[in-house]
């Protein structure tokens, strides 16, 4: 069976067995959450708390008229306690709000709103006021998704539920436990948006979610035109350009968005989020996410507040072994390793793995060999060994000419590596020097 896939890409152990046939748990409330004011690409928000406000669960705490923006709201119900600086899981730390439980659990939702009944403006409202973000790790604000520049129609949107980062199930619970909400929350996206189809992409590794939300189909797409298809299993399957190569064989250009070839890709897990938002007229205040990895003892697909910190969880909840050595937010491939526990979970993670010594191994780097297993992999066809030889000289500029910008960072090319080069990394770097020179050369009008 040939499924539908893109050139390059690579085949790491999935590693998925551990939390495959977990449902998802919810996490009892915590006692505290620590809740970064702003968890979106975007503008920063301020704060509309101060120290010593009681806080309802759903209540918006923090917004900035700007765009893009996405607003943040209590995950709890409790009394500010501090509004400081705290860890986050992209390692620079960020003003944050404190609240502390009351025992309570009132909440301040939005009354429902019918997407298909109210005007697109309205529903893009809901959407803004809701906080809702890109829930695959990109937290880019929902509603600037859904609302392209009116010169780029998109015909297309698909849901995303290829989730190809090892050891991360989340997703796929998700389709398994409520197929009907995903198609719902899809279909709603898909009228706000105006498209004239919706795709749902699965990876063939999650085949058997595939009947689950067939069924749903007919009962929940409320008229908009919807299939749901396989794809191939392979590493980054769920990167947007490659995920509308596979599905449409179109190809987004350089420094170009999915927009720009009519085309718009929602992660499963914001689909859900946009469908609580409208029916429940729920924020954006909790999520699920996946923890495993050979330090935890107690591998587990889990639903909590935005703001749990994820050393609260040790050992109530999650036990890890003595051998603990790394912990990664994220997937393996693109997560971030953080340094502390404190770090608590944002509208973004899609995981929190708990790697041992053998998982944490640290390689000795050797001189670039030019062998072209970087190129091979590559999934948007950059030239990494290229790339990487103009970084070291400070050449930014053919850097940027040979596609720097272009790469989004999906770790191909390091896991590829026979001289164990972390190019990801250098490129991460080298797209903030190339930022800085850029910003320096408009102060001075180069």
């Known amino acids: 069976m ?3 896939t893109f050139r390059g890409g690579i085949h790491p152990p999935e590693r998925k067995e551990a939390t495959c046939d977990l449902p998802i748990e919810h996490v009892p409330t915590p006692a505290s959450v620590v809740i970064h004011l702003t968890q979106a690409v975007g503008a920063q928000n301020q704060p509309l708390v101060k120290i010593g406000d009681r806080v309802l669960k759903g209540q918006k705490i923090g917004d900035v008229d700007a765009c893009p923006a996405a607003a943040v709201h209590a995950s709890i119900t409790g009394i500010v306690k501090k509004i400081e600086p705290a860890p986050q899981s992209n390692l620079r730390d960020g003003m944050a709000i404190f609240i502390e439980a009351d025992g309570t659990d009132e909440t301040a939702y939005m009354p429902p709103l019918d997407p298909f009944a109210c005007s697109r403006e309205e529903a893009i409202k809901r959407l803004r006021d809701a906080g809702i973000v890109g829930m695959g790790g990109a937290s880019f604000p929902t509603d600037v998704k859904l609302a392209p520049p009116a010169d780029k129609p998109v015909d297309t949107i698909i849901a995303n539920g290829a989730e190809c980062e090892p050891y991360l199930t989340i997703d796929y619970r ?3 436990e409520t197929p ?3 198609v719902e929350g899809l279909a709603m996206a898909a009228h706000i948006l105006g498209a004239d189809k919706a795709i749902i992409a699965i990876e063939s590794n999650k085949a058997d979610a595939l009947p689950g939300i067939q069924r749903e189909i007919p009962a929940h797409a409320h008229g908009v035109p919807m299939e749901a298809v396989l794809v191939a299993t392979k590493y980054p399957q769920g990167g947007e350009k490659m995920l509308i190569k596979a599905i449409t064989n179109r190809e987004v250009p350089s420094h170009g968005l999915p927009f720009d070839v009519g085309v718009i890709v929602q992660n499963v897990g914001t689909l859900v989020a946009i469908s609580e938002a409208f029916i429940q007229g729920k924020p954006l205040i909790e ?6 990895g050979e330090a935890c003892r107690t591998p587990k697909n889990l639903y909590a507040p935005i703001g749990t910190v994820i ?13 603990l050595r790394k912990v990664i937010f994220g997937g393996p491939m693109m997560g971030v390793a953080v340094p502390t526990l404190q770090t608590p979970i944002a509208k973004g993670t899609s995981g929190v793995l708990f790697f041992n010594t053998a998982e944490a191994t640290q390689y000795e780097e050797r001189q670039c060999i030019r062998c072209g297993r970087c190129a091979d992999a590559c999934p948007v066809r950059l030239m990494p060994m290229l790339m990487n030889a103009a970084i070291a000289i400070k050449d930014l500029d053919r850097a940027d000419a040979l596609g720097l910008i272009d790469c989004f960072e999906c770790g191909a090319c390091s896991y590829s590596c026979p001289a164990r080069i972390p190019l990801t990394q250098r490129f991460r770097l080298g797209k903030d020097l190339l930022r800085n020179q850029r910003a320096k050369e ?3 009008g180069k």
């Open 2 to 4: 040939n499924l539908k």
């Open 174 to 176: 998700t389709m398994l």
């Open 180 to 182: 009907a909400v995903v």
């Open 287 to 292: 999520r699920g996410f996946t923890v495993s």
């Open 311 to 323: 050393g609260s969880l040790i050992p109530d909840v999650i036990q890890v072994s003595d051998d």
């Open 442 to 444: 408009a102060r001075h």
